[in-house]
């Protein structure tokens, strides 16, 4: 009886040691940024092929170093996305957005558009009317390119010694 | 009574062995449910096990990026009521392309909402970077760079703070305590009233932390290295050379008018950052940058 008991108790020691590779191997992730990138090379420089939205699930492919390879739901599109975009945990989006998903437990406290969010937002501007958001809008509309990224390091005989994250 | 003490310990080791917050929670909640199928801790025993787990992972990282983005934004705007934006379209172009592709290069490239830089239309020699990548450098500080390598590592250092995210590290302890609890007991749907009011003075007081460290007295001196020996990574990565950060140094050091409401009062003395970063590097070279690109640098800022 002793002995049963023992090998039950060891078996789940050694699932609950095994548990975060087990999750790993299932390889879906979630796009923690307002516009992830898909990328055609895993480097800062790629050409962008595709964009995901905040919440979206991907699955895993590769992995080369800070850089994942995914494709998004329909698996149709495959490119390289940095793992400073992606999160693990699973990004349960307020109802009536887009990609709903049910059953979020109230341990998941990483809900994308709760806590501090356009309300608080709003709310926060109402209390100081002071505070002026007109160039901070602005600021957030210049982008830049790879290509305009490459090109200015090309033209500046600027010269990367490695692409971008850690290896 | 044996059999007991070497099954806590298991028990105790398996919370041990994996690390990562979110796994020990895991852990935590499948070990105590073990425990108590085996008979070796009380139901009311792993109820308390699992819920100062909850407890203690109650962290920074519990923040969402959408979250570090609102703050950024709020802090941001604190910013710009104490200087005003520099509407020049050239120079603001200009370090956009130079930030935005040096922050492509770094360990964090991807952030809520992107990084975006602003020129300061000011004298004071000052920079900030918000947690949610809003980065803002004076007139007067362009002025101290002699070289696009320069401006590179003044940007660089920005971007260093936002990666290690200095800003949110001065949000009282106590407060983000109190916003990730109203987070975890907050309702699925849309906010109701009183827990907007609620958050939107926790996120005052997170605001007023922020902006306090940044503009009135400073980050730590530990912060300020750091964030130099981040930009003088970045900067190599990316190819440019690190000496332009001792260049700009060696000018702010002679600029900086003691009791100053900016660098003079937020950040170590350029004497003393030059030393810190000369003990952690070895001699860079001392290269001049190309003519071609020293002539776009000085093109691009000579309204400045």
Not at chain 2, 284 to 291: D, G, N, Q, T, Y
Request: net charge positive.
């Amino acid at each position: 009886m002793l002995r049963i008991r023992l090998i039950v108790f060891a078996l789940a020691f050694l699932g609950v040691l095994f548990l975060p590779i087990y999750a790993n191997a299932q390889g879906t992730l979630s796009v923690q940024v307002k516009e992830g990138e898909l990328r055609a090379t895993p480097s800062f420089l790629g050409k962008i092929v595709d964009r995901a939205a905040y919440g979206d699930r991907v699955n895993l492919i590769e992995e080369r170093g800070a850089w994942k390879k995914v494709s998004l739901k329909n698996g149709k599109i495959q490119g390289w996305m940095h793992s400073s975009a992606l999160t693990t945990k699973r990004l349960a989006l307020k109802a009536g957005q887009t990609n709903v998903q049910t059953g979020a437990t109230q341990n998941e406290l990483a809900l994308a558009g709760k806590g501090f969010n356009e309300q608080v937002e709003a709310s926060f501007q109402k209390e100081n009317r002071n505070l002026d958001y007109t160039w901070i809008n602005r600021m957030e509309t210049f982008k830049v390119s790879p290509d305009q990224m490459r090109n200015f390091l090309v033209q500046g005989d600027v010269t990367p010694s490695s692409e971008g994250g850690k290896p | 009574m044996k059999k007991h003490f070497w099954i806590t310990g298991l028990i105790m080791s398996a919370i041990l062995t994996i690390t990562a917050c979110a796994a020990v929670e895991q852990a935590t909640t499948l070990a105590t449910v073990v425990g108590q199928t085996a008979g070796v801790i009380s139901p009311t025993q792993g109820e308390a096990i699992r819920k100062s787990t909850v407890a203690v992972s109650k962290s920074l990282e519990d923040f969402t990026p959408e979250q570090e983005y609102y703050i950024g934004r709020a802090v941001a705007a604190v910013v710009l009521s104490k200087y005003p934006a520099y509407a020049n379209t050239q120079v603001n172009q200009y370090i956009n392309t130079l930030g935005q592709t040096l922050a492509a290069a770094s360990d964090k490239p991807e952030i809520f909402g992107g990084y975006h830089f602003l020129v300061l239309d000011s004298d004071d020699i000052n920079a900030f970077a918000t947690p949610g990548g809003h980065i803002f450098v004076t007139r007067g500080l362009i002025r101290c760079c002699p070289s696009e390598d320069a401006l590179a590592a003044i940007l660089a250092h920005e971007i260093g703070h936002v990666r290690l995210r200095h800003g949110m590290q001065s949000i009282e302890k106590a407060r983000v305590t109190e916003a990730l609890t109203v987070l975890a007991t907050e309702s699925a749907k849309t906010l109701g009233s009183r827990e907007v009011a609620q958050l939107t003075q926790t996120f005052s007081g997170a605001i007023s932390d922020i902006a306090n460290s940044m503009i009135n007295n400073g980050y730590s001196r530990t912060f300020e290295y750091q964030a130099d020996q981040a930009s003088v990574v970045l900067v190599q990565r990316v190819g440019y050379n690190p000496e332009g950060l001792i260049d700009v140094l060696k000018i702010m050091e002679k600029k900086l008018k003691p009791g100053g409401h900016d660098f003079a009062k937020t950040h170590p003395a350029p004497q003393d950052r030059i030393a810190e970063i000369r003990s952690h590097n070895r001699t860079f070279s001392s290269v001049a940058a190309p003519e071609i690109r020293q002539e776009r640098f000085l093109n691009a800022i000579a309204r400045i």
